[in-house]
């Protein structure tokens, strides 16, 4: 008798949890690049309206 991976019952579950947590790792990773770039954002324009607010009052 050949030992092959998917004769194995536990071939499946053990895939179907490799392909579960991948896809959560990206998915945080992806979320953590999301809210990273929201904050760079909120900052710039928050030190966008500074400048702005400061060119006003100088003149």
């Known amino acids: 008798m050949t030992h092959t991976l998917e004769a194995s019952p536990l071939f499946q579950p053990v895939a179907w ?3 579960i947590s991948s896809a959560l790792f990206v998915g945080s990773l ?7 770039i929201q904050e760079i954002t909120e900052r710039t324009l928050t030190l966008e309206a500074e400048l702005l607010l400061n060119n006003t009052e100088a003149r």
């Not at 992806?30 to 990273?36: F, K, L, R, V």
């Open 30 to 36: 992806t979320w953590n690049a999301y809210h990273q």
């Open 17 to 19: 949890m490799i392909v």
